[in-house]
C-alpha cells in the first residue's frame, strides 16, 4: 500500500471509524492467542521464563487485516507442535501506552 493510501485509510479511520473499529479485537475469543492489555502486559509478557510472540495492531490497517490469519496459522502450528511460546496480541488503538514503549 502506498504512503497515500495508507494515509487516507487513516484518515477515514479517524474521522468514521473510531466507535466502531477502534475497539476491534482481531483475536477476541481465540484459545491461543491473548488479547493484552495494560493490565495484562506486566502479569503476563513480563514473566521471564516465558517466550512471546506478540503483534502490534490497529484496526484501521490493511496490512494488519491481511494478516490476521497467519498468525492464526502461526499460533495453532507452534501449538500443534509443542513450541513453548505464547501469543498475544495488542490493539494499538486502545493500548497507546504499550505500543509507544514497544
Known sequence: MCLRSHVAHAYRFERFGRAESGAALFF????????????LWEKRVGRTN???????????????QRSVELYKDAATAADDAAMPLEF????????HKICSEW
Open 28 to 39: 477476541s475469543g481465540h484459545p491461543l492467542i491473548t488479547t493484552l492489555t495494560e493490565q
Open 50 to 64: 516465558v517466550v512471546w510472540v506478540v503483534k502490534f495492531y490497529a484496526p484501521w490497517c490493511s496490512h494488519c
Open 88 to 95: 498475544g496480541a495488542v490493539n494499538c488503538v486502545n493500548e
